[in-house]
C-alpha cells in the first residue's frame, strides 16, 4: 500500500479510536515506514509520563485498510497498559538489580497475551477496529426540566 494512503486510513481513524480507548490526552505522531523486523506490522515508542507516543505503521506489510486499523488498534492498546510497559525503567528502581533479558522477554510476552486477550475482548463486544474507527463520544444529556405550565393567578371571588 502507498504510504500517503496507510497514513491517510490510519489518521482519519486516530481520533475515533483515542476516543473510543480514552486516551484523548494522549499526543500521537503517525508515521509510515518500514520496520526493520520482517514480523513487525506496526510499532509503538512511548513517553508515558508525557503522554505522547509515536505509531508507525509499515506500508508495505499492512496491503488494506482492515490490517492497518486493526495494527493502530493494537499499539494504542499498547499505551492503555504502557504502566505495565516500563520494566527497563522501574525495576531496577523497584529491585536494585539489573532487569534480565529473560525476565524482560518475559514481561513482553505477558504484555502482548495481555493485549490479545483485549482485543479479542473488544471484538466479541463488537468493539472490532472498524467499529471503534467510526466511534462517536455519547452525547451527555442533562436531565431535563419538565415543562410546568402555571396555572392563572386571579383573586379569588368571594361572595
Given amino acids: ?10 489518521r482519519e481513524a486516530l481520533g475515533p479510536m483515542l476516543s473510543a480507548l480514552s486516551l484523548t490526552h494522549w499526543t500521537i505522531n503517525l508515521t509510515a515506514d518500514s520496520e526493520d ?48 510497559d516500563m520494566p527497563e525503567t522501574l525495576l531496577p528502581e523497584c529491585t536494585e538489580a539489573p532487569i534480565t533479558p529473560t525476565l524482560l522477554k518475559s514481561l ?26 467510526q466511534y462517536t463520544q455519547p452525547q451527555v444529556n442533562s436531565p431535563s426540566k419538565k415543562s410546568r405550565t402555571k396555572k392563572p ?7
Fill in 37 to 84: 523486523d520482517h514480523e513487525t506490522l506496526a510499532s509503538v515508542s512511548f513517553n508515558h509520563l508525557y503522554a505522547s507516543a509515536t505509531i508507525n505503521i509499515d506500508p508495505n506489510k499492512l496491503s488494506n485498510p482492515t490490517a492497518i486499523l486493526a495494527s493502530l488498534r493494537h499499539e494504542l492498546i499498547h499505551l492503555l497498559l504502557s504502566p505495565y
Fill in 108 to 133: 513482553e510476552h505477558a504484555n502482548e497475551l495481555s493485549i490479545l486477550n483485549l482485543e479479542t475482548t473488544l471484538d466479541a463486544l463488537g468493539h472490532t477496529a472498524s467499529a471503534l474507527a
Fill in 1 to 10: 500500500m502507498d504510504k500517503s494512503d496507510a497514513l491517510n486510513i490510519a
Fill in 153 to 159: 393567578r386571579g383573586r379569588k371571588k368571594t361572595t
